[in-house]
């Protein structure tokens, strides 16, 4: 590995050795690394942008709980004595992360008039549009079992703004 080369000086020829060959192309390969210093604002730059998600991941989370709080409670305070609001924990690995039913204990076997639960999918999807330009729809879901009693209930939730919207389902 030698290489001929013109001295400035003289003109005459030089050959170089294999040392000097690697340290040339070693300051070639060092010349196109990036430097020191912009490794380091490209690792700060990361770990400000992966604290700020981080951040935002959480402020969702307290939002969704908030808003599934809200409903709870409006459910609590508007119900009859003969209602109970009763949270359910859902299994680990389940989509459904809050829930909570409305039992009727007025009869001999309780019946379940309503189902109140966070629809993660529409939580994944509101995130994945960013709608800025208008105010995000409540996470909470309300699906009614007794049309009866529950329907003004539903509708009372969807005017003060905490269920985008309820839906009739068959009684379990």
Known sequence: MRRCIL??????KRSKDSLEVRQ???????????????ILVAILFATYRLSRLEGER????????RDFENVVGFLHQRLDTKYRVVRIAPPPHSAIKLHAMVV????????VEAEVFVDQQFVLDQRKQRRRDREPLPPV???VYDVVTMTTIAEDLQKRNLIASYEHGYQP
Do not use: C, D, M, T
């Open 7 to 12: 001295h400035r000086r003289g003109g005459a």
């Open 24 to 38: 040339e192309l070693y300051e070639e390969q060092s010349s196109r690394r990036p430097k020191p210093r912009v």
């Open 58 to 65: 959480g402020r969702r989370g307290a939002n969704v709980e």
């Open 104 to 111: 009727n204990g007025g009869f001999a076997i309780p019946h």
């Open 141 to 143: 879901r309300f699906r």
